[in-house]
């Protein structure tokens, strides 16, 4: 049976009262390493079910803005057809705009860890772009990235405009799926913007890193590809 993050249980974990407090709590949350990978071992304890999204139903029913940014949520049901019909064995990238807190994102997250066998499977393996507009899905997103360990990025912005407040770097830095992912802010750079097609910035820039290394695991895939670009040029 599957567990269900009723209003009462999300408000109480995220020590709130009422649901307009809950995404900033949980902003607060995400956004503070220590106190993040303390509350997802208090989730963790309710529930090990990583497959799908906890949020959906608190989201849908106190949280969606459906009159002002028609948002909704999309079912379980139909995050895992979308998926099956359109995801791709060879790709190790996907890409969402309007992301929501995740639903079809855990869904393809899913789809592709079950290609491996548990010993074989690393985070690095996949990668997720993502791009969200709205300010009380963002945290949301940001948990359910993190909890899962994966690699991705999430623009925090206009799709269509290309106006953005931040872009966060979700990483695993252990490349290990038993370990949750740090949260990282982008710089406003040149670079950023022209990766990222960002045309205007609607916040200051935020100094916010945690991963201050690169891990090991890519660390050695970078010297084997630097490596074998020097010794294609000693042949030459």
Same mark, same amino acid.
Request: hydrophobic fraction near 30%.
């Given at each position: 049976m599957t567990t269900k993050f009723t209003a009462d249980i999300v408000h109480k974990l995220l020590g709130v009262r009422e649901a307009q407090q809950a995404p900033a709590a949980s902003m607060n949350i995400v956004m503070d390493q220590q106190k993040r990978n303390e509350l997802f071992k208090q989730f963790l304890d309710i529930s090990t079910d990583v497959s799908h999204d906890w949020f959906s139903e608190y989201f849908m029913s106190v949280q969606a803005?459906?009159?002002?940014?028609?948002?909704?949520?999309? %079912?379980?049901? /139909?995050?895992?057809?979308?998926?099956?019909?359109?995801? +791709? *064995?060879?790709? +190790?990238?996907?890409?969402?705009v309007a992301a929501g @807190?995740?639903?079809?994102? /855990?869904?393809?997250?899913?789809?592709?860890?079950?290609? #491996?066998?548990?010993? *074989?499977?690393? %985070? +690095?393996?996949?990668?997720? #772009?993502?791009?969200?507009?709205?300010? +009380? @899905?963002? %945290?949301?997103?940001?948990? *359910?990235?993190?909890?899962?360990?994966? *690699?991705? @990025?999430i623009v925090h912005g206009d799709s269509l405009t290309r106006a953005a407040r931040q872009v966060y770097f979700i990483q695993n830095d252990e490349d290990d799926y038993l370990h949750f992912s740090t949260v990282n802010v982008m710089p406003h750079s040149k670079d950023v913007e022209q990766e990222f097609d960002i045309r205007q910035w609607l916040e200051p820039e935020q100094n #916010?890193?945690?991963? @201050?290394?690169? %891990?090991?695991?890519?660390?050695?895939? /970078?010297q084997k590809l630097a490596a074998g670009k020097e010794d294609k040029l000693e042949e030459k």
């Open positions: 803005d459906r009159k002002d940014k028609k948002q909704d949520f999309t %079912p379980d049901s /139909i995050s895992k057809l979308v998926n099956m019909l359109v995801g +791709s *064995n060879d790709s +190790s990238e996907y890409y969402e @807190t995740g639903s079809m994102l /855990i869904q393809r997250w899913q789809q592709d860890r079950l290609k #491996h066998k548990p010993w *074989n499977y690393r %985070p +690095s393996m996949y990668f997720y #772009h993502l791009e969200e507009l709205g300010d +009380s @899905t963002l %945290p949301f997103l940001i948990f *359910n990235c993190a909890i899962r360990g994966m *690699n991705a @990025t #916010h890193i945690e991963s @201050t290394e690169i %891990p090991a695991r890519y660390n050695e895939a /970078i």
